[in-house]
């Protein structure tokens, strides 16, 4: 009688600790794929919680049960029914076969249409023009420009809020993967490949940018910050970068590619040049792809 009582303390201690260490883990860390601050972010959410739930009407029984059955039938119990002779279930049979297949035919459904609707490279449905920026991954850094502005940066991009972005993604080094979170997909940037991407943010903030795909040493160093703001504050952060004393040309473009040795432990500060040459993108794709493959 004491052991058994035991067990049963033991196992509702142990069933305490786990919801109590799933509790902190869930509140203290910063969970961004479900704080979406943009219409793609959050149907990708939405889509992450559907499949996760409908999952679980298979994991949670059976994680009940492996716990369960052992306890209820152990040797010990001598209460437990015993039937040597039993051997099938109809009903047991229908019940796990039925319920999964209908799981992953509603999940393949789900996939299919989703599949399309957050294509990243369909564009967002807006009155407003989209804005463009080209993005280019380097060692260890991110390249922005701004074709329209006539512009770049190195790791910080500003967005008008309720404003469709089309960024046009490269690499001018191995592959990475270009990703805010908080706004939604992430695409690979490629040597000699353009990718795209369609984003926009509904609430102004400073969403947190990254490389989703490890690339070598300096890969922790390539972060960026994305300012979500109005228009006026938009335009306010253009002239900033306008009034910027560097330009991007061929030597200072020579600068970024020869520090990388540098960036491997400190990241490389954000930086401005207040005019870019309009072809610089399409010269860095056709460094690896060759001019006859260019845009």
């Known amino acids: 009688m004491k052991i058994t009582r035991s067990r049963k303390v033991g196992i ?4 305490i600790l786990s919801v109590a260490l799933l509790t902190f883990l869930f509140t203290s860390s910063n969970m961004v794929l479900f704080d979406s601050k943009g219409s793609i972010g959050q149907a990708q959410s939405s889509l992450i919680i559907t499949s996760v739930l409908l999952m679980a009407i298979i994991i949670v029984p059976v994680l009940l049960m492996s716990v369960y059955f052992p306890y209820k039938y152990r040797h ?14 109809t009903k047991i049979e229908v019940i796990v076969w039925a319920v999964p297949c209908l799981i992953i035919l509603a999940l393949g459904w789900i996939t299919y249409q989703t599949s399309y609707s957050l294509d990243p490279r369909k564009e967002i ?7 463009t920026i080209q993005v280019v991954a380097m060692n260890w850094k991110w390249l922005f420009i701004y074709p329209e502005q006539q512009i770049a940066t190195v790791n910080e991009i500003a967005l008008p809020v309720n404003r469709p972005v089309r960024f046009l993604v490269t690499s001018d080094t191995t592959m990475n993967s270009f990703f805010i979170p908080q706004l939604g997909s992430q695409v690979y940037a490629m040597a000699g490949m353009e990718n795209r991407l369609h984003l926009m943010a509904e609430e102004k903030g400073v969403y947190r940018g990254i490389s989703a795909n490890y690339s070598g040493f300096g890969f922790t160093n390539m972060k960026f910050k994305a300012h979500a703001v109005d228009n006026a504050d938009f335009d ?5 970068v306008k009034a910027s004393d560097k330009v991007l040309n061929d030597s200072s473009y020579d600068v970024l590619t020869a520090n990388a040795k540098e960036q491997i432990k400190t990241a490389h500060p954000v930086t401005y040049f207040a005019s870019v040459d309009p072809l610089r993108f399409k010269d860095i794709i056709e460094k690896h ?4 493959n260019g845009l």
């Open 12 to 15: 509702t201690i142990l069933a």
């Open 76 to 89: 010990s119990n001598k209460d437990a029914e015993y039937k040597p002779n039993w051997e099938h279930s």
């Open 125 to 131: 449905a807006s009155e407003e023009k989209p804005l």
């Open 236 to 240: 306010q952060w253009v002239q900033k």
């Open 289 to 292: 792809a060759g001019v006859q």
